[in-house]
């Protein structure tokens, strides 16, 4: 009978060990910060994370670090910098 049942927990054990390391978490939440010129600023930030590794970034710096890493990339976020700033600019 202890046998059994010492079998058993063994078993739970190690399903529940299984389990953890399969266990994926993802948060997410907007930080906001003043700016000097008024208004607030938002930043999307990210924690993803599981039994062995997490990574904690900022979304918009993940997608522009993306871009900057190849030199197609890097032309197609010029271009997006300069159509902003080119339709930000006052008439």
């Known amino acids: 009978m202890k046998q059994i ?13 299984m389990a953890q ?14 700016r000097v010129s008024g208004g607030e600023r938002i930043n999307k930030m990210t924690l993803i994370a599981n039994s062995t590794e997490s990574k904690y ?4 710096s993940l997608w522009t670090d993306s871009l900057e890493s190849t030199p197609e990339g ?9 159509a902003n700033v080119w339709n930000s600019l006052p008439r």
Not at 5 to 17: D, G
Not at 21 to 34: C, G, R
Not at 74 to 82: G, P, S, T
């Open 21 to 34: 390391n399969k266990a994926d978490i993802i948060v997410s939440y907007d930080f906001k910060a003043p």
């Open 57 to 60: 970034f900022n979304d918009l």
């Open 5 to 17: 049942l010492t079998s058993i927990i063994v078993c739970f054990v190690a399903i529940a060990a």
């Open 74 to 82: 890097k032309a197609k976020l010029d271009e997006i910098i300069r």
